[in-house]
């Protein structure tokens, strides 16, 4: 009998498939011998013995389905801020290193929201940048040992 690949093709892993710990079938994968729910057993590749076909999970996570949901929280908190601003109306005093008006209630807390933002992504900005050099300068010259 001649190993044809036409004839007989293994069936390829997914390298993205479940990984040891994963729940597949009601078993975890990556334990062989484990039963399912359905009474198979699982193989090292994370679906039932005897079973062929890819591993790849139909639901798979990716950066447009991200995008896009993150797209639609965006909007619904959007049309929060909008509510939000548009019930505050009433006009407050404010007074800012010496200047004064009078502001909407909803404006000001919004205005004082966003300056805190700004202040966060400033401090978040300067750590990033300096794990970035810090990074940069373990790759560019590595240690010697020091002779003794």
């Known amino acids: 009998m001649s190993k044809d690949p036409q004839k007989n093709p293994t069936p390829r892993q997914d390298p993205r ?4 710990g994963d729940l597949v079938g009601g078993t975890v994968a990556g ?6 729910a359905g009474g198979g057993t699982v193989s090292g590749g994370g679906r039932p013995a005897g079973t062929a076909g890819p591993t790849e999970d139909p639901m ?3 950066r ?4 896009w949901t993150a797209t639609v ?3 619904v908190l959007l049309v929060l801020l909008i509510i939000f601003i548009a019930q505050n109306t009433n ?3 404010l007074q800012y290193f010496g200047l004064q008006g009078n502001v909407q209630l909803g404006l000001a807390l919004f205005v004082a929201a966003v300056g805190g933002g700004i202040v966060v ?3 978040g900005a300067a750590r990033i940048i300096q794990l970035r050099a810090i990074a940069r300068k373990g790759k560019a010259k590595p240690k ?3 002779k003794r």
């Open 121 to 123: 992504a400033i401090a």
């Open 60 to 62: 798979r996570v990716t």
């Open 31 to 36: 334990r062989p011998g484990a039963e399912t």
């Open 144 to 146: 010697a040992p020091k």
């Open 91 to 93: 006009t407050v005093p």
């Open 64 to 67: 447009s389905g991200v995008m």
């Open 73 to 75: 929280l965006a909007l």
């Open 17 to 20: 498939g479940p990984a040891d």
